[in-house]
């Protein structure tokens, strides 16, 4: 737990879950139950069972993910009727602003315990409130499963294919990593950054919360399809009014995590290599080809290999001249049609610097990367040391500028100083992960923007529920042997 989320749990949750269990202590003395329960965590849950009636193996399902969290609520709600207090209103307020409300029915002398739920007289409501309710409830049980469990994306762009096609519709796990405390919790519920069919902001920044993640099922691991916050703030993290969205609500990116703290990450000749050794090649990586034809290839020809990116470069009486995107071993078969001259694979040189890739250099340090041939670079992590030398400034001091959140932190060509005093080495706090697309040579990457830090890591990958084909038509769009496909 970091130093800025302790200060905010103990300053400003502890004076709420005080205020709020106060109110349980008054009510728990109205019920005739031992009030000193009110103040043990999960212990005034049970209790709370019992005040309503509710049968005691619910509170096993307290420890049930998503499950346990909407039990929670209804225990509250049940507490909330138990009491007398079964309007609309009296919900809202007593899940919304409980620390308030509990407290004030709790204090209230006609406020009395009316049994638990068999006893009472059958609710009746109006259909208006049952329809209230239903939506309500609805919209909750939804925003907390896309919060807590898994949320549906789709992928827009061919940076990951063959292995996730344009179209595909996707499920991602938050539990495998853990899922992330609101940033910015007053949004509007099932929106990301805008309100469905405008151009509005679906939340307002006038609230902003340190963010925690919750112990999930495991960490990000090398070679997992991991779907994560856009770090930069660029245009394409980029409002209308010309500010840029939060962190937890930047654009959502998808691609493989090639590469996890510790790791010396190098890329010779397009092979990935980590810690010396050859990195695992996904099956369907592709890269990009010139393809040198005698005529006019076929459209079905490209279809039957599963290319879906290509272009003439050039047509005249020497022949036909391809670009194409695809996979080394479907390069091969292309290239053994009698009509294919040759097929080449479009590889920058070793020294072939590449302007735009990351890190951008700093002081008198160059490096003549590129997108092929890249690093050794060193993937940081949190209790990772570095020295802080001239190459290892201008390798690190953007990702610990923008992400390590240093107050009063300034650099020189080979110098990094905090309030003014120059510091020899650095030990990093959080993890930082190296993501690539599958389509090395379509991908905008970490090769080019840099790190992802472990706070914006949103979820894992896990299995494709529908896929549709954005050049096809009606029944035809339907990708049916993609449906229900797991991601590896």
Same mark, same amino acid.
């Given at each position: 737990?970091?130093?800025?989320?302790?200060?905010?749990?103990?300053? /400003?949750?502890?004076?709420?879950?005080?205020?709020?269990?106060?109110?349980?202590?008054?009510?728990?003395?109205?019920?005739?139950?031992?009030?000193?329960?009110?103040?043990?965590?999960?212990?005034?849950?049970?209790?709370?069972?019992?005040?309503?009636?509710?049968?005691?193996?619910?509170?096993?399902?307290?420890?049930?993910?998503?499950?346990?969290?909407? =039990?929670?609520?209804?225990?509250?709600?049940?507490?909330?009727?138990?009491?007398?207090?079964?309007?609309?209103?009296?919900?809202?307020?007593?899940?919304?602003?409980?620390?308030?409300?509990?407290?004030?029915?709790?204090?209230?002398?006609?406020?009395?315990?009316?049994?638990?739920?068999?006893?009472?007289?059958?609710?009746?409501?109006?259909?208006?409130?049952?329809?209230?309710?239903?939506?309500?409830?609805?919209?909750?049980?939804?925003?907390?499963?896309?919060?807590?469990?898994?949320?549906?994306?789709?992928?827009?762009?061919?940076?990951?294919?063959?292995?996730?096609?344009?179209?595909?519709?996707?499920?991602?796990?938050?539990?495998?990593?853990?899922?992330?405390?609101?940033?910015?919790?007053?949004?509007?519920?099932?929106?990301?950054?805008?309100?469905?069919?405008?151009?509005?902001?679906?939340?307002?920044?006038? =609230?902003?919360?340190?963010?925690?993640?919750?112990?999930?099922?495991?960490?990000?691991?090398?070679?997992?399809?991991?779907?994560?916050?856009?770090?930069?703030?660029?245009?394409?993290?980029?409002?209308?009014?010309?500010?840029?969205?939060?962190?937890? &609500?930047?654009?959502?990116?998808?691609?493989?995590?090639?590469?996890?703290?510790?790791?010396?990450?190098?890329?010779?000749?397009?092979?990935?290599?980590?810690?010396?050794?050859?990195?695992?090649?996904?099956?369907?990586?592709?890269?990009?080809?010139?393809?040198?034809?005698?005529?006019?290839?076929?459209?079905?020809?490209?279809?039957?290999?599963? /290319?879906?990116?290509?272009?003439?470069?050039? %047509?005249?009486? %020497?022949?036909?001249?391809?670009?194409?995107?695809?996979?080394?071993?479907?390069?091969?078969?292309?290239?053994?049609?009698?009509?294919?001259?040759?097929?080449?694979?479009?590889?920058?040189?070793?020294?072939?610097?590449?302007?735009?890739?990351?890190?951008?250099?700093?002081?008198?340090?160059?490096?003549?990367?590129?997108?092929?041939?890249?690093?050794?670079?060193?993937?940081?992590?949190?209790?990772?040391?570095?020295?802080?030398?001239?190459?290892?400034?201008?390798?690190?001091?953007?990702?610990?500028?923008?992400?390590?959140? =240093?107050?009063? &932190?300034?650099?020189?060509?080979?110098?990094? &100083? =905090?309030?003014?005093?120059?510091?020899?080495?650095?030990?990093?706090?959080?993890?930082?992960?190296?993501?690539?697309?599958? %389509?090395?040579?379509?991908?905008?990457?970490?090769?080019?923007?840099?790190?992802?830090?472990?706070?914006?890591?949103?979820?894992?990958?896990?299995?494709?529920?529908?896929?549709?084909?954005?050049?096809?038509?009606?029944?035809?769009?339907?990708?049916?042997?993609?449906?229900?496909?797991?991601?590896?």
């Amino acid at each position: 737990m970091d130093e800025i989320y302790f200060l905010y749990l103990f300053v /400003i949750t502890f004076p709420f879950y005080i205020a709020q269990t106060i109110g349980l202590y008054m009510l728990f003395k109205k019920a005739e139950m031992p009030a000193w329960q009110a103040f043990v965590p999960y212990l005034n849950l049970y209790v709370m069972m019992k005040i309503t009636g509710r049968p005691s193996w619910w509170f096993l399902l307290l420890f049930v993910p998503v499950i346990g969290l909407i =039990i929670s609520v209804g225990i509250y709600v049940d507490l909330l009727r138990c009491f007398g207090k079964s309007k609309l209103k009296d919900y809202t307020l007593g899940l919304t602003f409980s620390f308030i409300y509990l407290p004030y029915i709790g204090f209230k002398k006609d406020v009395t315990y009316l049994g638990t739920l068999d006893s009472l007289p059958e609710l009746k409501k109006s259909s208006s409130r049952e329809w209230i309710e239903a939506i309500s409830f609805a919209i909750f049980a939804a925003t907390l499963i896309r919060w807590a469990f898994m949320e549906a994306f789709t992928i827009p762009t061919p940076s990951m294919e063959n292995s996730l096609l344009v179209g595909d519709f996707l499920f991602v796990s938050k539990i495998n990593y853990g899922p992330r405390t609101p940033q910015t919790p007053l949004q509007f519920p099932l929106t990301h950054q805008k309100v469905w069919g405008t151009d509005w902001n679906s939340y307002s920044t006038a =609230i902003q919360l340190p963010q925690y993640r919750f112990p999930g099922f495991g960490f990000v691991e090398r070679n997992d399809v991991v779907v994560f916050n856009y770090p930069v703030d660029d245009g394409f993290n980029r409002r209308n009014d010309g500010d840029f969205h939060p962190a937890d &609500l930047k654009t959502h990116y998808i691609k493989r995590c090639v590469a996890v703290p510790g790791d010396v990450l190098e890329i010779k000749d397009t092979q990935i290599y980590i810690n010396g050794e050859k990195g695992e090649n996904p099956e369907l990586m592709q890269f990009s080809y010139t393809v040198f034809a005698s005529s006019t290839i076929r459209d079905r020809n490209f279809e039957k290999l599963n /290319i879906s990116e290509y272009s003439i470069i050039s %047509n005249n009486e %020497n022949g036909v001249t391809y670009f194409i995107h695809t996979t080394p071993k479907n390069a091969e078969i292309l290239e053994s049609y009698d009509f294919v001259k040759a097929v080449q694979l479009n590889m920058k040189s070793a020294g072939n610097k590449e302007a735009r890739i990351f890190p951008i250099d700093y002081g008198d340090v160059t490096r003549n990367w590129n997108n092929d041939n890249y690093g050794p670079l060193l993937i940081p992590g949190r209790d990772v040391t570095i020295q802080m030398t001239p190459e290892n400034i201008s390798l690190y001091q953007s990702t610990i500028t923008d992400y390590e959140g =240093i107050e009063d &932190l300034q650099f020189t060509k080979d110098k990094m &100083l =905090i309030g003014g005093v120059e510091f020899k080495e650095y030990t990093f706090q959080q993890n930082y992960y190296f993501m690539m697309g599958d %389509n090395r040579h379509n991908s905008l990457d970490s090769r080019y923007w840099g790190f992802v830090p472990e706070e914006y890591v949103v979820g894992e990958a896990a299995f494709i529920w529908l896929s549709l084909d954005p050049n096809k038509s009606f029944l035809s769009k339907i990708r049916w042997n993609r449906l229900f496909n797991g991601i590896d």
